[in-house]
């Protein structure tokens, strides 16, 4: 599959740098090339400059990536999901329109109820 870069932020969410093979020079080593590729992509994004990162193989990320938004990380314990934060992380998924029907559903529920009690 080939390296990624996986960068750790401070607040534990974390960045994944893949790079493109199209990008290698010819005859190029692979450790060189990946070093020239992960710099660059590290400098163009001031949050992860001066970050810690491990460089792994891609096959040791998360198969699943239903939930890409909740991977956590800390530099050499490798990527977890956090399904603690599911909850919030969906919530902020949705659209003003989601959550306008949510709320009228919501609402609809409560006339319904209060009708059936009197």
Known sequence: MGKVRVVYRGDKTIAIIHPAPKSRRPKEPENEWLERVFTRAMQQDEGLIGRPYDDIDASELPQDRTYRGLWR?????????????????????????????????FRLTQLENLISTN
């Open 73 to 105: 990380g800390e530099k050499g314990n490798g990527i977890r999901i956090a399904m603690e934060e599911k909850e919030a992380w969906e919530e902020s998924l949705k659209t003003p329109a989601q959550k306008e029907m949510e709320d009228l559903k």
